[in-house]
């Protein structure tokens, strides 16, 4: 029994050392905000796993086709875009967006769009909105290059973040966590009694959760490497242009301002007047009460 505890102890150091190595590593360089979460699984992720063609009621649909494989290490690539478009063309150029991201193999991960009051027309509003969607990181700058076609480009970020290392250090924590596990298993067919079963049993618990942890990890790298987020912030340029006046000759127009004019000044006047009123009613009491005392009164026979 001993020995088991003994063999168990060593073991029990031995991943206690291995995951704490690089313990933040996975999450501490994930440059910029990403949409895909950690799962358990291993694997590359040759395949999109978990990406929707689109986005109704909270349901996932898996894409038919795998994701294009990348040369070189792998790097989680983010771009930020602000254009703006001709009025009246906010709808037009957003179909245009996802038309050029299915067309890409990727998927829309959300939309904002509102309509502001315009400034120079009472009937007329301005269309803004943003896009967010993610697209195969094989077809990024193709993607960002299709984009700048849509409208004039007035603001352009993108990063990148080399994850290389993390994989590194993940899978030697993989493969060190998984030759523990083997180990225990070993070590669970000689336990001879209670003791020993329960020991053993408790750290292969806490071997298999840091296994499954370290393949969400990986899998979270994978899912962010194969797809890059790209957000599009489209603007309306500004109001319709106005009609011609037919007003040729002024006369119209002048007749309006003159209108408006005269308007202005009778609202000056009684405004003037509200302001003064009160201290003109106290005047003509005060003026009325000082005549009645200077009166000389009758005299009486």
């Known amino acids: 029994m001993k020995k088991v505890l003994v063999i168990v102890s ?14 933040g590593g996975a999450t501490s360089s994930n440059g910029g905000t990403s949409l895909s979460q950690p799962a358990s699984g291993g694997g590359q992720g040759s395949k999109a796993v ?17 994701v294009p494989a990348l040369s070189g290490p792998p790097v989680i690539r983010q771009a930020q875009l602000s254009m703006t478009v001709g009025n009246g063309l906010f709808d037009s150029k957003l179909t245009q967006v996802r038309t050029l991201v299915e067309s890409e193999g990727g998927y829309i991960a959300g939309t904002d769009a509102q309509a502001n009051p315009a400034t120079s027309s009472e009937n007329s509003q301005i269309r803004t909105g943003v896009i967010s969607f993610m697209v195969p990181a094989a077809h990024f700058d193709d993607t960002i290059d299709q984009l700048s076609k849509v409208g004039k480009v007035q603001s352009e970020h993108i990063t990148g973040t080399d994850v290389s290392a993390q994989y590194v250090d993940l ?3 993989l493969a060190n966590a998984e030759a523990q596990h083997a180990a225990m298993l070993a070590l669970l067919t000689k336990a001879q009694n209670i003791n020993d079963i ?3 049993q408790n750290q292969i618990g806490q071997i298999t959760a840091q296994i499954e942890q370290l393949k969400g990890q990986i899998k979270y790298l ?4 194969s797809y890059s987020n ?3 912030t489209i603007a309306e340029t500004g109001a319709p242009a106005q009609a011609a006046s037919s007003d040729n000759w002024g006369f119209a127009t002048a007749l309006s ?6 308007v202005t000044t009778i609202d000056y006047f009684v405004s003037g007047l509200g302001a003064v009123g009160p201290f003109l009613v106290l005047a003509g009491i005060g003026f009325l009460v000082w005549r009645r005392r200077r009166t000389p009164q009758p005299k009486h026979a």
């Open 222 to 225: 994978d899912d962010n490497t």
């Open 198 to 200: 329960i020991a053993v």
């Open 171 to 173: 899978r030697a924590r």
């Open 230 to 232: 790209v957000s599009v």
């Open 10 to 23: 060593i073991l029990a150091a031995a991943a206690a050392c291995g995951g704490g190595s690089g313990s």
């Open 50 to 66: 978990g990406q929707p063609t689109g986005t109704t009621g909270g349901t996932i649909t898996l894409p038919g086709d795998t």
């Open 257 to 262: 301002g003159a209108a408006h004019n005269f």
